[in-house]
């Protein structure tokens, strides 16, 4: 168990330098003088040449690399070159629009897709399972920008149901969750749905019936359980990549989360506001791999075991 | 009044021209009490035959397209979704070939027994109980082997949770469908050992599905021998298994591999079980049968009672092979 525990760890630790060693060397390719970006195209190249000696500019990428590191060692994520502002204080400030966009999202669409995938699972071949079928593949194919900009358009300018482009708190990000939702709940409802599908056909699914348990017991008790040990792991994936910065959404309705944070500073060229938000992103997927495991251990008796 | 009684059972897989006929006018009957052994290779419609009495065929694709099922009077063929709850474990009980996939791996195994009890003697549904049955069916430290998942224990300790699991709701009827093809052989006399054990002492009727003639002597009052979708041959076994009457029956009989034989080959029947929907014309055994006849290949052998009790699907079954 503890090597187990320490190897996680390593691996951990080395993916997350490996992406900020890759993310710094990508960012440093970008064409463009980030100090242009912070003086503005008609600075004097004075004050260019000032902005250069501030931030290092001019040293070999190599040596402000290591910089870098050594910053990150301290704990320190750094300032952004164009507010000045400390990186973890915004990535603080921001977080919790995203974090209870994704959770309300997550919610809706868990709600809605556990749901669905029994019941197409039980009645699979019905014209009911064959109408979701269509309505999920249409969900899974919608491109997220079109539909955040028709449901922004309709619902929110006009029909005036929601807010458009400002934000005031958690109930203006009901339309935002709800788009999140209509894009993830496809997949998930066929997630739910294969897994069951295969479960429904085990042996112990038959041994439940041959016991006379009743159909929902059987649905319930004995498939849904094993069934949704696969969905978790996806869950915790997309969960983990949504908290890392909902992009497009964000965009569109003007949220201030990680996301727009993340497009702004890429903008920018902000190397080192790029550098915390994917960072931050990052250890959120290696954190999520972890609380999967974990879930695992809980949901599936056999895992526990194993490890 | 007998506890089981199948009168000229057709079941089909899918519908209408598809259809494939895998069941062809079984008859079989059981006394309370008894030992029937339905015997015969893979694909000889003999699970479908068990799994059908208790309408566990998923439906579809399986269609019920004649015939009647009677248990303990009842026709299982005509109950509603309610009354098939209520016979299920509780008037009949089925053990299953693969333990390990047979109980549910994310739940513990004393909740899994204590399940079968609540829904059909709610009254006896306490951890007592449980180790009670787990000490019934030989599983050494009951106590602690209520909280243990199926993957913690053997092969044989979870048929023996299985078996535990169908006796729990007290049936008069327990379908052991192959119960120890997949475990090591010691540990399939043991369960068949346990299984007469338990029937002795609870007096509870058993259906044995096997393909194993070699088992059936130590256990069957009855045999039924099964081939491509009919009965060939029906009878009290120790006379079945005396004087077979079909050529299939003594083909079963001589793969029985047997310690003081004097080759050290093992005797096979050539050829396989033919595919559902392709059975040949005429008697269904004819191109694998060793004493065929020309005229094998168009008339279908009736199954015709030669003796009191005793059924036999070939007129020729009696001449020297």
């Not at chain 1, 005036?160 to 496809?186: E, H, I, K, Q, S």
């Not at chain 2, 021209?17 to 009490?33: F, M, Q």
């Not at chain 2, 049955?133 to 092969?155: D, F, M, N, Q």
Request: proline fraction near 6%.
């Amino acid at each position: 168990m503890l090597t187990r525990l320490l190897t996680r760890f390593w691996w951990s630790t080395v993916t997350l330098l490996g992406t900020a060693f890759l993310t710094f060397f990508l960012v440093n390719a970008v064409p463009g003088d980030v100090a242009k970006v912070i003086a503005g195209s008609k600075a004097s190249g004075e004050v260019l040449q000032e902005i250069h000696a501030k931030y290092h500019l001019d040293d070999p990428v190599l040596k402000r690399l290591g910089f870098y590191f050594i910053q990150l060692a301290h704990g320190d994520l750094g300032h952004s070159y164009v507010t000045d502002q400390a990186v973890a204080e915004a990535i603080r400030i921001r977080f919790p629009t995203t974090a209870a966009l994704t959770g309300l999202a997550v919610l809706m669409w868990v709600a809605l897709a556990v749901p669905l995938g029994v019941l197409t699972a039980r009645f699979r071949n019905s014209w009911f399972d064959r109408t979701i079928l269509v309505v999920a593949t249409v969900s899974l194919s919608l491109p997220s920008f079109w539909l955040a900009r028709v449901l922004q358009y309709w619902l929110a300018y006009k029909l005036g149901w929601f807010p458009v482009g400002f934000f005031r708190g958690l109930v203006d990000l009901l339309l935002p969750a709800a788009t999140l939702a209509l894009l993830m709940v496809g997949y998930y409802a066929r997630l739910v749905h294969t897994n069951m599908v295969e479960v429904l056909d085990s042996p112990y699914v038959r041994a439940a019936r041959a016991k006379g348990a009743s159909e929902t017991r059987v649905l319930f008790k004995h498939a849904l359980r094993n069934a949704l040990i696969p969905v978790i792991t996806m869950l915790g994936m997309d969960v983990a990549s949504l908290l890392g910065g909902v992009l497009f959404i964000e965009n569109v309705f003007a949220l201030p989360g990680i996301g727009n944070l993340a497009v702004q500073s890429v903008l920018n060229l902000d190397v080192p506001m790029i550098m915390g938000t994917v960072l931050f992103s990052a250890t959120l997927v290696v954190g999520a791999n972890w609380v999967v495991d974990l879930l695992y251990g809980w949901i599936d008796p056999r895992i526990k075991s194993a490890g | 009044m007998p506890l089981l009684e199948i009168r000229n059972l057709q079941i089909d897989f899918g519908r209408g021209a598809k259809a494939l006929r895998a069941v062809d006018g079984v008859s079989l009957s059981l006394e309370p009490g008894q030992t029937l052994c339905l015997v015969g290779e893979s694909g000889s419609g003999k699970s479908v035959t068990a799994l059908s009495i208790a309408r566990l065929l998923a439906s579809p694709p399986a269609v019920y397209a004649g015939g009647e099922i009677l248990l303990a009077g009842r026709e299982v063929l005509r109950m509603r979704a309610a009354e098939l709850r209520q016979i299920r474990g509780g008037l009949v009980s089925y053990v299953f070939q693969e333990p390990g996939a047979s109980l549910n791996p994310v739940l513990r195994i004393g909740n899994q027994i204590q399940e079968a009890l609540q829904l059909h003697r709610p009254q006896a549904a306490t951890e007592a109980e449980v180790i009670r049955l787990l000490k019934l069916v030989g599983i050494p430290a009951p106590e602690t082997r209520i909280k243990s998942y199926p993957h913690e224990l053997s092969g044989g300790m979870q048929q023996r949770v299985m078996i535990a699991m169908a006796l729990a709701p007290q049936p008069k009827l327990l379908v052991a469908d192959e119960p120890t093809t997949a475990l090591d052989v010691t540990i399939q006399a043991q369960i068949i050992e346990l299984l007469v054990h338990l029937r002795q002492q609870l007096g509870m009727a058993i259906l044995l599905i096997t393909h194993n003639l070699g088992i059936v002597g130590d256990i069957a009052d009855e045999v039924a021998v099964m081939y491509a979708g009919q009965i060939v041959e029906r009878g009290p076994a120790p006379e079945l298994l005396r004087r077979p009457g079909h050529p299939y029956t003594r083909a079963l009989m001589n793969s029985v591999p047997s310690l003081d034989s004097e080759t050290d080959r093992l005797t096979t029947i050539a050829g396989g079980v033919p595919q559902l929907g392709a059975f040949p014309a005429g008697c269904r055994f004819h191109p694998r049968c060793a004493i065929a006849r020309p005229e094998c290949a168009h008339a279908s052998p009736p199954l015709v009672a030669v003796e009191p009790r005793r059924w036999v699907r070939c007129p020729y079954g009696n001449s020297p092979a």
